[in-house]
């Protein structure tokens, strides 16, 4: 059989890849680090034991929590991203025309380090000159940041280790603040066949926060469940009411105008979360 | 760790569930079946080692092959499902009372006895009254079949096994005769992640012979790459263009009016599988 990587996405349920070689295992400052080669997925960065991007499905994942929210934006210039280390939040962002800057937060450097040496179609785009990159806590950088972006996205790990303080409360109201009076935000807000009341706790406090709260899904296969959710807070735009000329064309493999709507569309017991009382 | 079964979906990926217990294992006539308790998805049909179905996910797969194809029609009375002996085609078909007669053929007279044994909440309609069940071929049923349906779902296996020939021109040409003069068809057309040519292969086979043929998508999670596609195809009624009062409300835990639009929204890499030429 050789050498196989399993996550247990829950105490009893679990997905497993067969793997080529170890590209490199470190125990960075903030967490676990894995790079992996494997034979379906390409290479794999595996944090804390879970898969946090593929060369083979990243582009689900990084489409979606880029041009979602950037198309709900009229004009999007400045946009910051809290986490996503790996650079392909960004990659997706640079394809924006209106983007005059993208900041990247990251708070584990070594996930930039090794993601530029082993992810290059990831993270090949971290250098470019509208593009400044922080090795420093999100959670902080947010604090400190008042009126100063269109779009945040926040591309966290799971809210366990150095991610827990990014699913509270506190901090959605600390994103109002950095947000400009039209701005837009989405954080990834996992799984709902395992995590529902995660993304039900989620949806309540960013509703209490924003006007407009939505829930969108994607289809990621390495991530647990497959269906994967985002959560949306619009200070003013909604992203089901876009001017048909807000679109223009984008060089993307999931991403389409028509998915944007329909992405929104929840199933039925996904719905039902995020109508609970708070 | 105790026991774990764990199916490859390829050759280098599979997933891995905790069972309880098994139930049954027995070589029937037609394929390898095993039923199992497992701690996360309840019990589990497991057919030549690929997963059939679950007690905790089931809904989705039977919700949107069932329900798609019938809102789409505007007075099913007669159904025919080919294979689900679980039962869980026919339980949904029951939901519409428009829906006089719902025929079952299942060549494998061992998956309906232990669907009915220990899937009781997905195979517990099979004795109703509108119900017909025959234990026979559904490759032959259909030959033997004209003008005689208004809905038929192709609930087969993967197009390995005893469900190769379900996977045919020649199986569709024979539908379209089975089929009323406005009748409609869906069959389970398996994943675009790990099984893109046959997608390609399905969607063009039953272009040539349908006038209207879409392809849709669910996630089910315990199928491979949770992303599962659909091939519908209609001799006159387009699913898109449904009238707004054809919808009456159903008792469903995926499937609504909007996630029956929502769902004919491909991903870009999916919907490029569509437009191939033949």
């Known amino acids: ?12 349920f679990g997905i497993t890849a067969k793997i080529n070689k170890t590209l490199h295992t470190e125990k960075t400052d903030f967490q676990k680090l894995d ?10 960065l595996i944090l804390d034991d879970m898969v946090m991007t593929t060369e083979k499905d990243e582009f689900v994942y990084h489409e979606m929590i ?18 996503g280390g790996d650079g392909g939040v960004i990659r997706e962002i640079l394809k924006h025309p209106s983007v005059e800057k993208a900041v990247l937060v990251e708070i584990d450097g070594k996930v ?5 040496k082993f992810l290059p179609s990831i ?3 971290l250098e470019g000159p509208r593009v400044e990159v922080k090795v420093a806590d999100g ?29 509270s409360k506190g901090f959605y109201a600390g994103i109002s603040k950095a947000l400009k009076e039209d701005g837009v935000f989405v954080a990834q807000s996992d799984n709902p066949w395992f995590k529902a009341d995660l993304i039900e706790q989620v949806f309540q406090d960013v509703k209490e926060i ?3 709260t939505k829930l969108y899904t994607a289809n990621i296969p390495t991530y647990p469940s497959g269906l994967w959710t985002f959560t949306m807070g619009s200070k003013k ?6 001017k048909p000329e807000r679109f223009h064309e984008l060089d993307t493999k999931y991403y389409t105008e028509e998915i944007h709507q329909a992405s929104f569309a929840l199933p039925k017991f996904v719905k039902d979360l995020t109508e609970k009382k708070g």
Chains 1, 2 share one sequence.
């Open 35 to 44: 790079m992996v080669e494997t034979a379906e997925w390409g290479n794999m």
């Open 237 to 242: 735009h909604d992203p089901l009411q876009l």
């Open 112 to 116: 930039i380090e090794y993601s530029k």
């Open 1 to 12: 059989m050789g050498l196989w990587f399993t996550e247990k996405q829950t105490e009893d």
């Open 123 to 125: 993270a090949g785009e």
């Open 66 to 83: 880029a041009h979602v929210p950037l198309f709900t934006h009229p004009n999007p210039k400045h946009v910051l991203v809290v986490g």
């Open 210 to 212: 924003f006007p407009i």
């Open 139 to 167: 959670f902080m950088h947010i604090a400190e940041s008042e009126n100063a972006y269109d779009v945040i996205m926040v591309d966290s790990t799971e809210p366990v280790g150095p991610a827990v303080n990014l699913f």
